[in-house]
């Protein structure tokens, strides 16, 4: 199966690339000059030495030639002219020669019988570069045996003796250890390029000697220079009787000069030719050596044989457990980025300081950044806030919330409340539309419904003029503490905003006008109930006249702005368009409003609304209350289209009842009909100050609902009901002019009214 091929994108740069690297580090060093054989069977044979001429090192007293015998299997490696066999040469100035052990071999008796015949010498010369090592040892071995050896002019040089001990003497293990007993071993100093062996043969000459000395003698002894760190002595040497070959150690150098200094005088015989070599002097006899310089490697002899070292690939011998970069005579061991330390120890590299220190930094800086942004952020929205705050408390000054306060407190109204904006948004689900209650020329009603469950209307009006702000907060604190059970209560208003808001006390059953007009017109309404209606709202504008100086005029009396609560009681309201009575005439010109049908001619006439428009305008909702018919209706001849005006036309002619509806038609008592319309036609009169005040047209209605209701309760009971009636309406019987004397009553109330004013 074919290897996904994002594997083989990961693998083929490293097949690639691994080769190739490969052989760039596997460039070996050179070992021989060009075109010279450098090995022997397995055994490598680095320059000063070779094989054919113009291949080995050639000066003035040196001669490093070397024979390699192809006629042996494996090939032999050979000193020219000598038959001892180098097993290796190393360029670090050691090699080893075989020399064959000195025998000597007795009979019984100890005589000599036999010995080794081939060579057992090493005698080198100053023509080669060669001297015995200081690694090798002159060993004895056989018993009773003694070894020595001796230098090029036969003295003495360094020698041992081995003797046998009985069994019963053992010395405990001998095996191994070359100590004296049957094996001996001593030391030879260094320069030495002659050995000559010699042993004594003690068991030929027994005369003064030790018997013991004697006692089960090896049948042969061996005397020979090895290599210490070869040469293991053992037991079985102990019964050889054949002969064997040695290692003996030997130290190369260039010796034809005595050292490094004195060689480098004449470059031409200078050894070492590479650059980035060193010389050092020889150790063992004169002569110096050459090696490649740290980083290097190769073979100094040769020029540019001494090559830079990849040790980046090389991670056995130059570990580097973290960034490695090769340079030529060294590298470059670093630990990896973000960290300190020994990268060439396993472990060494540790997380860095500076780089935790400007994690920090960095990590300061941003938190810093983000501080500041935040702060500025936070002061952007502080700046906002105020200029909300500040918009707000303009609007809250401009709308007068100032002096409302201080008023406020002064008149201790505490059921009238300062709302915020939040609050009402909040209330009214943020002014949304299913919270509409009604829509008007003012602005816009709302339902609200505050956190602890009251509800009330919130009317947001619609934007005012200036001037009309100027005197709002004024005409709301009157407002606020009108407390009657007939008006529409004013909770609080809201000045936070560039048009005040206010919360009225919420009122369930929606408006007259939709109550007589909207309403199942088959519903029978009683006549004393609309009679009550009626005297209450008549109440209430007559307290609204009274109680405040200036008066308090509502200035759109209509059935639209009178509420039925859950008990059918009337409550005015609307007051959000009253106003003041105006005392100039600039207010007098902005002023001018009302709803058509109800308006006062003289109030059209001359812009000037007094208590006596509104008594007008509730003309007209008595009237609509008797007949059920709208104030201004399309049906029937053009000339009655109001009902103020069919109403003057038929009270007249006298068919005031003609207009009525079916149901007050059928329980309207003579005397109620009577006074009505006589109350009607002077609110209707077009002198507004012929008109009653509202106070006596309250109490007429009043006295009319309560004998209506009284009469038709008491069908059965006629006589109460005449004493009643008697009672009730006496300032209208007691003159048989009524109309007249209502009208002087009305002017002199008013007059009276005007003075309490
Ligand atoms: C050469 O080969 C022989 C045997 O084949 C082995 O004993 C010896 O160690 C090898 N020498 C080197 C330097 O590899
Ligand atoms: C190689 O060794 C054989 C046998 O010892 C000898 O006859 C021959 O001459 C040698 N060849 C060289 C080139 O030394
Ligand atoms: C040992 O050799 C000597 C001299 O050749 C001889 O006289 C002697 O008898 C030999 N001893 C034995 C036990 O063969
Ligand atoms: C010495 O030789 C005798 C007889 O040849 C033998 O019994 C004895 O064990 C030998 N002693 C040693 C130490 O080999
Ligand atoms: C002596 O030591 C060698 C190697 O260390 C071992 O092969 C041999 O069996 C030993 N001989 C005795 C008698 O312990
Ligand atoms: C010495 O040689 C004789 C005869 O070859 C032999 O019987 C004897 O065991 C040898 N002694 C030793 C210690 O090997
Ligand atoms: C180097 O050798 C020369 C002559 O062989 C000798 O004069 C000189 O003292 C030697 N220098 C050292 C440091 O051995
Ligand atoms: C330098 O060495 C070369 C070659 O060994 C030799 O021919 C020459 O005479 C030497 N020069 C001196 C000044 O020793
Ligand atoms: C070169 O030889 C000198 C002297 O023996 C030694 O101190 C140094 O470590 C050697 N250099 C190399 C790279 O082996
Ligand atoms: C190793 O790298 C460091 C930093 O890159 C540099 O300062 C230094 O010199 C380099 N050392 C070598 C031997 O190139
Ligand atoms: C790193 O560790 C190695 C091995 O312990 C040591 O030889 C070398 O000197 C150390 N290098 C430094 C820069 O400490």
New binding site residues.
Partial sequence: MAPPYFLLHFLLPLFTVVPFTRAASQISPPVSLPGCRNKCGNITVPYPFGFEPNCFREDSSQDFSLVCNESYNPPRLFISGDDREITDISPRGQLHILVTAKRACYNSSGDYISGTSASTYIAYGAGRPFVLSVSNNFYAVGCPNQGYFVDAVGYYVSGCVSACRPSQYSLGSTNGSCTGVGCCQSSIPSGLIYYEPYLQNFASSRNGIDPILFANHTNCSYVFLADSNWFQFDNSYLTRTNDFKVKVGMDWAVRNVGNCSYAKRNMTDFACRSLNHDCYNSDNGAGYLCNCSEGYQGNPYITEGCQDINECELKKEYPCYGDC?N?IG?F?C?CPRGTEGNATTKDGCRKKDNFTLALKIVTGASVGVFLVAFAGFWMYLGMQKRRLIRTRQQFFEQNGGVLLRQQMSSFKTTTFKIYTKEELEKATNKFSEDRVLGRGGHGIVYKGIFEDGTVAAIKRSKLMEEQETKEFAKEMLILAQINHKNVVKLLGCCLEVEVPMLVYEYISNGTLYHYIHKNNINAPIPLHERLRIAAESADALAYMHSSASPPILHGDVKTANILLDDNFVAKVSDFGASKLAPNDEAEIATLVQGTCGYLDPEYLLTCQLTDKSDVYSFAVIILELLTRKKALYFEGPEEDRSLASSFCVANKEGRFIEILDGQVRDEIKLEVLEEIGDLVMHCLNMNREERPTMREVADTLEKASKFQKKSSNEENHVEETESLLGDSVDIYTRDSSMSYSFAQQAIFDMESGRRRL
Avoid: A, K, L, V
């Fill in positions: 970069t340079t060294g470059n670093t």
